[in-house]
């Protein structure tokens, strides 16, 4: 039992590129959940999702998009990379309201 | 505007005592919150939950209460260690019931040996 898992665990971009960034639980979670993590200021959610096939914004959606095609996996994607993206970006899920289980993390740097 | 603070970016206290961490909200009416553990390098870790109708919760060593006319939690960790060194964090449900959450800054823990 892997729990969650994020890929890739760092990665440095140019100005421009895109990148998508994986997460895959095995606990059969409904929900998941994308956030960055930024000096000083905490984790803070990007895009979730309540099932497969649906997703919704949070509270910094802007510059990102995401998917989940299956119930185990949920993509975030950079379509165009800025420095302003760069961060460590969490991926976590949940079987209900309550516990959320996250994954190592990813360091993304834009140069 | 809509906040959340932690008492203070980093609190020390002595190996043996009582640390006692703060998160303070505004204009959130969550249904309940929770607390994590984030060590450097890795990913949060849930430790306890408590809903808006409980006024404390126990786990171990832990203990947390949520007074919601306050709008304040407090994560009590007693006899600490220096295996709780850590950053600890808390969080709001704000809608939705566990479909978006909004963290705290956090508090970076030491404790002296």
């Known amino acids: 039992n892997a729990g969650v898992t994020q890929t890739p665990k760092f990665r440095v971009l140019k100005t421009g590129q895109s990148m998508t960034l994986l997460c895959a639980q095995d606990m059969n979670h409904e929900y998941m959940y994308w956030y960055r993590q930024d000096p000083g200021m905490g984790l803070r959610l990007i895009h979730y999702s309540v099932g497969e096939g649906t997703t919704a914004k949070g509270e910094v959606p802007d510059g990102y998009n995401v998917s989940r095609l299956k119930k185990q996996n949920f993509l975030l994607g950079l379509e165009s990379a800025a420095p302003s993206q760069t961060s460590v970006y969490f991926c976590?899920?949940?079987?209900?309201?309550?516990?959320?289980?996250f994954g190592p993390g990813t360091r993304l740097t834009v140069l | 505007s809509q906040k959340i603070e932690q008492n203070s970016e980093a609190l020390n206290i002595q190996e043996g005592k009582t640390a006692t961490l703060t998160c303070n909200y505004t204009n959130y009416s969550p249904a309940y919150l929770q607390w994590y553990r984030q060590d450097p390098g890795r990913g949060p870790v849930f430790l306890l939950l408590?809903?808006?109708?409980?006024k404390e919760k126990r786990k171990e060593r832990l203990k947390v209460t949520f007074d919601t006319t306050l709008k304040q939690s407090l994560f009590h960790i007693t006899a600490s260690q220096p295996a709780d060194s850590a950053t600890y964090l808390c969080?709001?449900?704000?809608?939705?019931?566990?479909?978006?959450?909004?963290f705290g800054p956090g508090t970076r823990l030491s404790v002296l040996p």
């Open positions: 969080a709001l449900d704000v809608g939705n019931y566990g479909q978006n959450f909004v």
């Open positions: 976590a899920s949940s079987p209900s309201e309550d516990t959320q289980y």
């Open positions: 408590i809903r808006e109708n409980e």
